[in-house]
């Protein structure tokens, strides 16, 4: 039953991020690509249920439809920059669920859902605190190229995805920005 929502939440994720960078490329296919001055993280955003929050730029936004399971969604819409979280209760899984069973199942069915799907190393990280993984993944969906970087925190009570992507060609570019969000993840 677990594996069965963690499947359909990221398949909701992959269907939204499809929507987000369509939307996104007609937004912006007038905007220049070069690199702009780095903005300072200066807005705090809770999420919806008040179980975490991030800091991101002022020019990053609250979101609605980025996906229906995210309890928190932010994005910067015309430089095509996204980030949701999800945050599952622990008593919603078996004792014996930890940091690493929840990565395995998260990014088995984050590759299998992403057409010609790259899967980086997960790198254990420590986000105020707390235990994380951190993974990247590109690929396609809905023949959308995108890029994504998936942090997974357990926290006393809830196990936590940080989920942010941009289009695969601006991914490089904007790991830094999304690195220092995701590393302001806090849980409340």
């Known amino acids: 039953m677990k594996k069965v929502i963690l499947k359909f939440v990221c398949c909701m994720l992959l269907l939204s991020t499809t929507l987000c960078l369509l939307v996104g490329c007609n937004k912006?296919?007038?905007?220049?690509?070069?690199?702009?001055?780095?903005?300072?993280?200066?807005?705090?955003?809770?999420?919806?249920d008040n179980i975490c929050q991030v800091t991101v730029p002022d020019s990053w936004k609250k979101a609605k439809d980025l996906n229906s399971a995210a309890n928190l969604q932010v994005a910067n819409m015309a430089k095509e920059k996204y980030l949701i979280t999800i945050s599952e209760s622990k008593d919603t899984f078996s004792d014996s669920m930890n940091l690493e069973e929840y990565y395995k199942i998260v990014s088995q069915n984050l590759s299998k859902s992403v057409v010609?799907?790259?899967?980086?190393?997960?790198?254990?990280?420590?986000?105020?605190?707390?235990?994380?993984?951190?993974?990247?993944?590109?690929?396609?969906?809905?023949?959308?190229?995108?890029?994504?970087i998936v942090t997974i925190v357990q926290t006393k009570k809830n196990f936590h995805q940080i989920i942010t992507w941009t289009m695969e060609k601006h991914f490089n570019e904007y790991k830094d920005d999304f690195h220092k969000i995701i590393n302001t993840f806090k849980e409340l």
């Open 28 to 48: 912006s296919s007038k905007q220049t690509t070069t690199a702009t001055k780095k903005a300072e993280l200066s807005k705090k955003i809770k999420s919806k």
């Open 116 to 148: 010609n799907s790259k899967l980086s190393s997960a790198k254990d990280l420590t986000i105020n605190g707390q235990k994380a993984k951190q993974f990247e993944l590109t690929g396609e969906v809905n023949k959308v190229k995108a890029g994504y």
